[in-house]
C-alpha cells in the first residue's frame, strides 16, 4: 500500500508505492467472540495519564488528555477528525483534504516534517507514520523534548480489522475510547450489510482495476483494500494472482478480459471512464463492449480511516446496481 500521507495525490501516490512500502500482513483472526465492553472498562480507557502501545511497539505516556494535536497523515487526521476532535487539532499534513475542516488547519508537512512549525504549534500530541519513525527520529527527539507525546500508527495497513485497531488505538490515546467503538461498530454494521447483499450474487463479475492510466498502468492485487473489498461485495479481481500495486502494460491489462474496469483517479484525469472506453484495441474487452467502466473516489478505497466503507458501497453500486441499491 501507499503511504497514507500521499493518498489522493495523483501518479505521485502510486511511485511512492513501490519506493516506501513493505506490504503488511493481515491479522490472524481471534476464534473467541469479543466480550462486550462495560462503561466501567472504557471510563479506565478515559483515565489519564495512559500508557499505550503504538504500532512500532513503542510504550507511549500520555500524561493529560490532548488539548493540541498535530497529525502528520491523512488517514490519522480523518480518523481524528471522526472523533470529534476538530478544535484540538492544530496541524495537519499537507495532503490532507477531508474533511473540508482540515483544509483550514495548519500544514505541517508530509515526508518532511516541518518541525519549527509543529513546535510553534505547541501539541501535546503528534500522530505520526511508520515513514516518519524511520527516516526522522531527530524530529520525532525534538518533539519529544518539548513535551510532545508521539504515536506512530501505521498506515501501509491492509484490513479492515487493522483500520479498527488503528481507530481505537486514537481513541485510546485521546480519551475518546466511546467515540471510537462506535466508529468501529457501525462500521462492522455497515460491512455487515454489504456482505448480506453479496449473497444475492448469483454469477461473479470479473473486475480490473486501474489505480493509474496509460502509459504507466498499476493495478492492484492481494495484499490491499481492493481486494477485501471485491471479495466482500462478491466480485473477482482479475490480478488477484499478483500481490500489492502493480505495473503492468496494456497488452497484459487487455489480456484480463474483464466484465467491469473500475479507475481510482477520476480526481486527475477528466473523464477517466470515457478514455477507457475510447482505447484502441480494447473494444472485444467486455466490460469496455457493454461500457462497464466505472470511477471510484481514491481515497475512499485505499485511505485506511473510516469511509472504507463508503467504498465498498460505491463499489457494490457500480458492479451490482440491482443488488447495491
Known amino acids: 500500500m501507499k503511504t497514507n500521507f500521499t493518498k489522493g495525490i495523483g501518479l505521485l501516490s502510486i511511485l511512492l508505492i513501490l519506493t516506501l512500502v513493505v506490504l503488511t500482513g493481515c491479522n490472524n483472526s481471534n476464534t473467541e467472540p469479543k466480550k462486550e465492553k462495560t462503561s466501567e472498562q472504557t471510563a479506565k480507557k478515559e483515565a489519564f495519564p495512559i500508557t499505550i502501545t503504538d504500532d512500532e511497539g513503542k510504550k507511549v505516556k500520555i500524561e493529560k488528555k490532548p488539548e493540541k494535536i498535530v497529525s502528520v497523515t491523512p488517514s490519522n487526521t480523518e480518523i481524528a477528525f471522526a472523533l470529534g476532535l476538530e478544535d484540538q487539532i492544530v496541524g495537519v499534513s499537507d495532503f490532507d483534504n477531508y474533511p473540508q475542516e ?44 518539548a513535551g510532545t507525546a508521539v504515536v506512530i500508527v501505521n498506515s501501509t495497513k491492509n484490513t ?32 455487515a450489510e454489504v456482505k448480506e447483499k453479496a449473497a444475492k450474487v448469483k ?74 472506453l475510447s482505447r484502441k484495441g480494447w473494444s472485444a474487452v467486455p466490460a469496455v463492449k457493454n461500457k462497464q467502466v466505472f470511477d471510484v473516489n481514491s481515497d475512499t478505497v485505499t485511505r485506511p480511516g473510516p469511509r472504507l466503507v463508503e467504498g465498498v458501497e460505491a463499489l457494490g453500486k457500480s458492479i451490482y446496481p440491482d443488488i447495491y441499491k
Open 102 to 145: 482540515a483544509l483550514k488547519k495548519e500544514k505541517v508537512g508530509a515526508q518532511e516534517l516541518n518541525i519549527e512549525k509543529m513546535l510553534s504549534l505547541q501539541p501535546d500530541l503528534a500522530l505520526l507514520d511508520t515513514y516518519h519513525y524511520k527516516n526522522h527520529a531527530e524530529v520525532i527527539k525534538q518533539l519529544k523534548e
Open 203 to 276: 454469477e461473479k463479475k470479473r473486475v480490473w482495476v486501474e489505480v493509474a492510466p496509460q502509459p504507466d498502468i498499476y493495478t492492484t492485487g492481494k495484499g490491499t483494500f481492493m481486494q477485501e473489498m471485491l471479495d466482500t461485495i462478491g466480485a473477482v479481481n482479475v490480478a488477484e494472482g499478483q500481490q500489492g500495486w502493480v505495473k503492468v502494460n496494456e497488452e497484459e491489462a487487455v489480456k484480463y478480459n474483464p466484465d467491469v474496469v473500475i479507475t481510482t483517479y477520476g480526481y486527475y484525469v477528466k473523464n477517466s471512464a470515457q478514455q477507457v
Open 160 to 191: 479492515f480489522d487493522q483500520v479498527y485497531d488503528s481507530i481505537e488505538l486514537l481513541g485510546r490515546a485521546t480519551g475518546t475510547s466511546k467515540k471510537a467503538e462506535t466508529i468501529v461498530k457501525d462500521m462492522k454494521d455497515k460491512l
